[in-house]
């Protein structure tokens, strides 16, 4: 997502589906320029996981200027899995 300048609240849903094993630890975080985590914006989920059921809710702030971008990161550790694509969702909006 490209920017203005600004103040911006982004958010995001990450669902779980499982692949082979509910032991993977599923994290998403929310990066600005391609490099940076965004403060506020790191979870993870490190409990076991429900096919479907387990989802993972993210959401912060970020004062932005023109030409900035941000985009959701999503991965795995311990196992794989899947992020179900029909129900993830990453969104902003401009706040000042």
């Known amino acids: ?3 203005a300048v600004g103040t ?3 958010g ?3 669902m779980y589906k499982v692949n082979a094993s509910t032991s993977a630890r599923m994290r998403g975080r ?3 320029n391609g490099t940076t985590e965004i403060r506020g914006s ?3 989920i490190s409990g076991a ?3 479907e059921a387990t989802a993972l809710w993210l959401q912060t702030m970020v004062p932005l200027t023109a030409g900035d971008t941000v985009e959701l990161q999503g991965y795995f550790r311990a196992q794989d899995g899947y992020f179900a694509a029909d129900i993830t969702s990453f969104w902003g909006e401009k706040v000042g």
């Open 1 to 3: 997502m490209s920017t």
């Open 8 to 10: 911006y609240l982004f």
């Open 12 to 14: 995001a849903t990450l």
């Open 30 to 32: 929310l990066v600005q």
């Open 42 to 44: 790191f979870g993870e």
């Open 49 to 51: 996981h429900v096919s």
